[in-house]
């Protein structure tokens, strides 16, 4: 028994002091990306989280789904998935989480942290205080633990802001913006009109419901509204419709987005228990009677609070113009997505967003502080301007830029650097190799790795693929919409493609063959030849002859134009590097076949031809001569993981007839190495949404699950099964002195051929 007695002195809360290499605040995808990240690349890390769950608006908490540059697959950004770990979290969350259930990613990311040796979690911590060494930088944290009555004390040399609000960086005294910037600062045709649209995105709140067996009755609380049927949103929701599809029950961006949170989320409550009376006793849904609300949120999905600058500030022309920078980190893709203030009450649309054509990079420069020295910045509070924080401000988008300042943190621990000595030449190639060994996949960023032994080595197959097309299946499928079959082609060739059609009526069929205009997207502005084909009712075989010819290498799209009256057949085969694309509609990310934007906003307008979820997206059965040639064993060398619109496929295929490939590397001498690293193909242009939407699969299927290593003595070195991750790391004891490695490959899938991105070793 524990008993104390009366005392005249204040009583102090037991205090806690740290001391750590790196101190993150915030535990949302943003700063468990940059924990783990730091943490193995050596640095002792302390993570302070204000909640008791981690991952911010995508854990159970909030109920968000997390989403980046693939937008539900919705836009042109073809294998555009965020990689590195980010994916590999997502990789294990379909593992064991294929439908979505927010409280099983919970633990998927606190698994990820507490197997994290270098990482101290302090849950349920909020920080109120920071102390100084100097005017610009920052010496240590204060946060309190509600839960355990305990003040926890951090110091470190270098911290990063990932707390959403920017607590950290506001009282440290960085710079930072809230709201949106009049559009002649940046040249930005799409700034809002602040007074009839606002200056702030404003926070969400869901809400689930369940079918129960028997009817019932719902009484609502006085404080609900009592007029859901006169909002202006009330015709989005469709019955069935709970978590995150709620998005647009939206509220605060006139208020102050951080001191009157408690308030938005009062009236958010109010929105959504009043919802639920005219849902339940308007009598317009009969067919709610057995459904009750499962759950509601208690604390809303914040977009928008505090921006803080850094040495650069993104913005709209970096988008839209796809503008290449050299101290690229991480990309993004995500429309600019911007809400009107008024939310729910809102005359506009929910949301307004412009697409760019392509995948545009993000600056190592908008991820520090330019005033505070050992500061990063993560998440949705990095340096971009409103418009730009429209796309940015996505949680793969954030995780992904997380993981670059993990990294960053790292060199500068070891360097004895500040954030900003890594912004120069030399030192952000550091960093950019660094994460691009790590499957951070710069977009045209390619930096040669002299450290991997690959590279000196003499390679060779058990076959490579030679495509000349795709078998026949049983399927068909009517040409609701133009579909696009995706290929790499080489330049100054000329190609012949041949189809099987079926017309419901004579009728005519419309071929393109288009290209993107710039090598830096897919999006298939530029037709460069048409042909027309006049079909009989019945089977129809024809054969389409590109006369124009490319004349650089690139991806290329034939097209087979919109006719209901025409079906065409398909094939059950499936290949890393190609895959199909229509012309269709997803309302979800304002794709309606085309955007159109006005003309003052400064957007491209184009056409979006995006591919369909599996088990649907099946390629069209067909043939093309000359065969491509573009899945060469040597693709393996170099240092891409992924197609790239410049027609590179980067991929080793082994032939369609390999049931047990092999990859074989030899050396001249021997050579010593610990570490053996391969890249597999994970299907970065399937979103994967970490919930509320199921994936037809718990793996990838052109993801390597079974294989082997062996030495130049055939003794075996290790034997994998049961993969499912994009990226296997194989560490050994001791060093492995060989003349040559085999790779010994299982074939998961018979409509798959084993395919392999990149073998490294180091």
Known sequence: MIQEYFVKEQ??????????????????????????????????????????VLGGNASSEVRLWSLGATSHMGNNNRWSREGGLINEILLDNLKRNKEGNPLIFDTVLLEKVYEEKNIILLLNT???????????????????????????????PLFCDASGDGIVGFMAGASFRMGAEEGNEFDEGFAPNIEDYGNLLGH?????TKEMNQPISYTAPSFAIKNAEELPRIKNYQLGDHGCRLWWVEYGGRLDTIHDSENIKFELWKVVYGIWDYIKNSGKYPEAKNLTLEW????????????????????????????????????????????????????????????????????????????IKNLFLAGRIISASHVAFGSTRVMLTCALGAQAVGEAAALCFKNNWKPRDVSTNENIKLLQLELNRKGQSIPRINLIDASDKVKNATISAS????????NNSDA???????????????????????????????????????????????????????EKFHLNKGLNQITFNTEAI???????????????????????????????????????????????????????????????????????AFSVSPSLSVFESENITNSEIRPNPNGETNVWIASKEDENPSIHFSWNEEISFKKIKLFFDCDYDH???????????????????????????AKLLKKVENNYQAINEINFDNNIITKSLTFRFLRNKQNIPVSVFKISLF
Not at 335 to 352: V, W
Not at 581 to 588: E, L, P, S, T
């Open 11 to 52: 009583r102090t809360i037991k205090r806690i002091d740290i001391q750590s290499d790196f101190v993150i605040v915030g535990g949302g995808l943003s700063g468990v990306c940059a924990a783990i990240s730091a943490a193995r690349s050596g640095l002792k890390v302390v993570l302070v989280q204000d909640r008791p």
């Open 126 to 156: 909020a920080v109120y205080e920071i102390s100084k060494k100097n005017d610009a930088e920052i010496k240590g944290i204060v946060g309190f633990c509600s839960q355990n009555s305990t003040t926890y004390s951090v110091e470190a």
């Open 204 to 208: 969400s709140l869901y809400f689930y």
């Open 296 to 371: 509601v949120g208690t604390i809303p999905g914040k977009r928008e609070s505090r921006r803080f600058e850094g040495d650069f500030m993104l913005s709209q022309k970096d988008i839209v113009e796809q503008r290449d920078y050299d101290d690229a980190i991480a990309h993004g893709g995500w429309a600019m997505d911007l809400h009107p203030a008024d939310g729910i009450y809102s005359k506009h649309s929910s949301c307004t967003q412009w697409h760019s054509k392509g995948v545009y990079q993000i600056p190592y420069r908008c991820f520090y502080s330019k005033d």
């Open 463 to 470: 076959s490579n693929l030679i495509f000349n097309g795709f």
């Open 476 to 530: 068909w499928q009517i040409l609701t919409f133009s579909t696009a079959q995706l290929l790499p082609l080489e330049a100054n060739t000329s190609y012949s493609f041949n189809f099987e059609l079926e017309a419901l009526e004579d009728t005519i069929l419309e071929v393109q063959f288009r290209i993107a205009a710039e090598n830096r997207n897919f999006t298939p502005e530029k037709t460069l030849h048409l």
């Open 550 to 620: 490319l004349e650089q290498k690139q991806y290329a799209f034939v097209c087979l134009m919109k006719n209901e009256a025409i079906k065409v057949r398909l094939s059950n085969e499936r290949c890393s590097a190609i895959m199909t694309v229509q012309n269709r509609i997803n309302k979800a990310v304002s794709n309606y076949g085309k955007q159109e934007p006005p003309k003052d906003v400064a957007i491209d307008s184009f056409e979006f031809w995006t591919p369909e979820r599996r088990p649907n997206g099946k390629n069209l």
């Open 687 to 713: 979103a994967l949404e970490s919930t509320l939407m199921g994936h037809p699969e718990e793996t990838i299927p052109f993801v390597i699950s079974n294989y082997f290593i062996e030495d130049d003595k």
